[in-house]
């Protein structure tokens, strides 16, 4: 079945460092492909998205390419904050599958100044 | 914009019991899904609806069910509770205006069954 994998956690940056968490995936078709975002305290939101091959998303300084030839849809920011801190979860939804999101397990993210 | 609300925050069940977690979506919107997430498991997907029918549903036993109502608001019921059925449970709700709208998530609700 589809599924999401992304890289265990915790990353622990300082602030102004660049950031990559890695997602894979396996899907059949063509999925489209998320990342969300649960600040503390707070409920998960979208963070970007991309629907078709070679799509990036980007939003907030990060940015995501959707690789279709490896199967990969890595997070990065040039330059992060102690603001960024959160959990970070990517997720896909399959072809026609509505709004039904499969998520990786989340990536917990410290920046320290 | 009122976002997504879900009551009640917290509840305690007892083994065999059965609960009834609320959600009230975005005005307007027309989907609600529900997630259950726990640290073993992760994310999940129970289910959506969209207009009162149930239009996806995930891998989970019968004992989880739901229900959509004409202003939109949903519910979702487990029966016969438990112990692994103690989580956080999310419910999202999109306009579904657009391929891949955006879900918007509630709080949650935090269910520990003892």
């Known amino acids: 079945g589809d599924s999401v994998t992304q890289m265990e956690g915790p990353v622990t940056l300082s602030e102004e460092a660049f950031l990559t968490i890695n997602c894979t995936y396996t899907?059949?078709?063509?999925?489209?492909l998320f990342w969300y975002v649960q600040y503390p305290g707070e409920g998960l939101q979208l963070l970007l998205k991309?629907?078709?091959?070679?799509d990036k998303g980007s939003n907030k300084g990060f940015e995501a390419t959707y690789r279709k030839e490896t199967t990969s849809f890595h997070l990065e920011k040039g330059s992060v904050q102690v603001s960024d801190s959160a959990v970070y979860f990517c997720?896909?939804?399959?072809?026609?599958?509505?709004?039904?999101?499969?998520f990786g397990a989340g990536t917990r993210l410290a920046v320290h100044p | 914009k009122a976002g997504v609300t879900q009551t009640p925050r917290y509840l305690i069940k007892t083994r065999g019991q059965q609960v009834t977690l609320s959600c009230s979506p975005i005005?307007?919107?027309?989907?609600v899904s529900w997630y259950q997430q726990t640290p073993g498991q992760g994310l999940q997907f129970l289910f959506e609806?969209?207009?009162?029918?149930?239009?996806n549903k995930g891998n989970f036993p019968g004992r989880f069910s739901g229900r959509q109502f004409s202003n939109s608001r949903s519910e979702m019921n487990v029966s016969t509770l438990e112990l692994g059925d103690s989580a956080l449970y999310l419910c999202?709700?999109?306009?579904?205006?657009?391929?891949?709208?955006?879900?918007?998530f509630g709080n949650g609700t935090r269910l520990t069954v003892t």
């Open positions: 609806y969209f207009s009162e029918t149930q239009r």
């Open positions: 005005s307007g919107h027309r989907s």
């Open positions: 997720a896909l939804s399959p072809a026609g599958g509505y709004n039904k999101l499969i």
């Open positions: 999202a709700s999109s306009s579904d205006r657009a391929k891949n709208s955006p879900l918007h």
């Open positions: 991309a629907t078709k091959a070679d």
């Open positions: 899907a059949t078709g063509y999925p489209s």
